[in-house]
């Protein structure tokens, strides 16, 4: 007959490997087609960098490590985006301890250190208007590859162009970063434009035998979704969906305790700089702009800690990536978004982690089997 020591060591050998199943992600959605671009989209990491305590260092580190390296080797993404809010508190930080947080993050994604990866600039890593120090974003932008000194970014990748802003500056009326941000906006929309224009002047050219074509024609308007992917910290207002009868997409609901019980949870309050106003979005008026000059092929946003899926009044779709921290919510996630390199579709699959209540029950299980074990050893 089995004693209770050898059942016990049977139970730690069953959480264990518990343990490990639980640390990769579990996704809805796949796609596994060819000739594809697989990118892997999370936010809100918010690392404390040399200000982490214990838990943070030695068991939520540990875990959101294995959890980036088990998505390495289960969906094997071309490109990883983060979308801002890399640090919990970084607009209060000195350079020294950015630089542990920049630490923090380069060890903490492990395998995706040999990918390409891009970086988003969120309020929590730059600070809200009141606040808002052009020099250190000026600073924290070098440290991060493919933003300029305003925090705006643009890069192509598999045929796919992307374009990332600084949505934090377009809420600040009188920083001289907003208008840097528009110049960006308009540049690309001028781009845009040249290519699109240039593009139907071949076609025009190849395919009309009338001599009188006149090949200086230009569209009025460009078509919705022919421009870039479009990557913002803060998504874009809503208000005007409503009003016109908007499509609101599917909404995740979490069934996070803590969640249920307050809108903002109190850890969120800690790691910052004060309440983290979850409410924040661009206004209405630069929303409006954004879609008008580049009209995005698809928009991803963080921010709000939870999923959604919503298509805008122009028929846009923007996909608000969930937090990827036990620091914001119990049941982290990310998004791994797919585009097809000869067409326009995009795939979105959600992607869940381990609930940190769900870890903690593992491990609390462990050592009283442990305990057991050697009580009766």
């Known amino acids: 007959m089995i004693g209770l020591r050898a059942l016990s060591f049977i139970g730690i050998a069953f959480l264990l490997a518990l343990e490990d199943r639980t640390s990769t ?36 580190d540990h875990y959101m490590s294995k959890f980036f390296r088990k998505s390495f080797e289960s969906l094997k993404p071309d490109l990883l985006i983060v979308l801002g ?40 890593d730059i600070g809200e208007c009141s606040d808002l120090d052009v020099n250190k974003v000026n600073w924290i932008s070098r440290k991060l590859p493919g933003l300029d000194r305003s925090g705006c970014g643009a ?148 921010h709000r800690y939870t999923f959604s899926d919503h298509v805008h009044f122009d028929r846009t779709r923007e996909i608000i990536v969930p937090a990827m921290s036990w620091n914001a919510r119990d049941d982290p996630g990310f998004v791994i978004a797919t585009f097809q390199k000869t067409g326009r579709d995009v795939n979105i699959s959600y992607c869940s982690l381990a609930r940190e209540s769900h870890i903690l029950v593992v491990y609390a299980s462990i050592v009283v089997l442990f305990c057991l074990a050697c009580l009766k050893g």
């Open 25 to 60: 992600p579990v996704c809805n959605n796949p796609v596994v087609e060819a000739d594809t671009l697989k990118v892997m989209m999370v936010a809100d990491l918010l690392l404390l960098g040399s200000e982490a305590g214990y838990i943070n260092r030695f068991f939520r």
């Open 85 to 124: 809010d890399v640090s919990a508190k970084g607009s209060k930080l000195t350079k020294t301890k950015w630089l542990s947080v920049l630490h923090q993050f380069y060890q903490m994604v492990g395998p995706f250190v040999d990918l390409p990866f891009h970086a988003t600039l969120g309020d929590r």
């Open 155 to 302: 890069f192509e990748i598999g045929n796919v162009s992307f374009v990332s802003l600084n949505a934090v500056a377009l809420l600040c009326d009188n920083s001289s970063l907003r208008f840097d941000v528009e110049k960006v906006i308009e540049s690309e929309s001028l781009e845009l434009r040249e290519v699109i224009e240039a593009t139907k002047t071949r076609n025009r050219s190849t395919d009309s035998t009338d001599a009188n074509y006149n090949f200086f024609w230009r569209e009025s308007t460009l078509s919705s979704g022919s421009g870039p992917v479009l990557l913002l910290h803060l998504p874009l207002d809503r208000t005007r969906n409503e009003r016109f009868g908007g499509t609101e997409g599917f909404e995740r609901s979490s069934s996070s305790f803590i969640e249920r019980l307050n809108v903002v949870p109190k850890n969120r309050e800690l790691v910052g700089t004060g309440l983290y106003n979850l409410l924040h979005t661009l206004p209405l008026n630069a929303s409006e702009y954004i879609l008008q000059a580049l009209r995005p092929r698809i928009i991803f946003s963080a």
